[in-house]
Nanobody
Framework: QVQLVESGGGLVQPGGSLRLSCVTS????????MGWYRQAPGKQRELVAR???????NYADSVKGRFTISRDNVKNTVYLQMNSLKPEDTAVYYC????????WGQGTQVTVSS
């Protein structure tokens, strides 16, 4: 079973930054497109950033220009740099492949509040 371990979340003021990391046990990690997803209270989980096996990136409109996804294929790790954070970015953030595996990690809580 694939293991996904997210970290780096926390409490930050509006306008602040955080860098999330996700270490995976996915075999053949480099061939998978990876994504960062988030789920806010009372809302469905949504894909906010995606990086292809070749490094091409795509972002949800709500985070475009503020978030940057990257990957390290040697470390089997995917990152999410989040800048200019807004209160509406508050959510639990998860990583997974895209399309995603059936199991999920525990996620990392990001709270943006003054």
């Amino acid at each position: 079973q694939v293991q996904l371990v997210e970290s780096g979340g926390g409490l930050v003021q509006p306008g602040g930054s955080l860098r999330l990391s996700c270490v995976t046990s996915i075999s053949m990690f480099p061939i998978y497109a990876m994504g960062w997803y988030r789920q806010a209270p009372g809302k469905q989980r949504e894909l906010v950033a995606r990086i292809s096996s070749g490094g091409a990136t795509n972002y949800a409109d709500s985070v475009k220009g503020r978030f940057t996804i990257s990957r390290d294929n040697v470390k089997n790790t995917v990152y999410l740099q989040m800048n200019s954070l807004k209160p509406e970015d508050t959510a639990v953030y998860y990583c997974n492949s895209d399309p995603h595996f059936s199991n999920w990690g525990q996620g990392t809580q990001v709270t943006v509040s003054s």
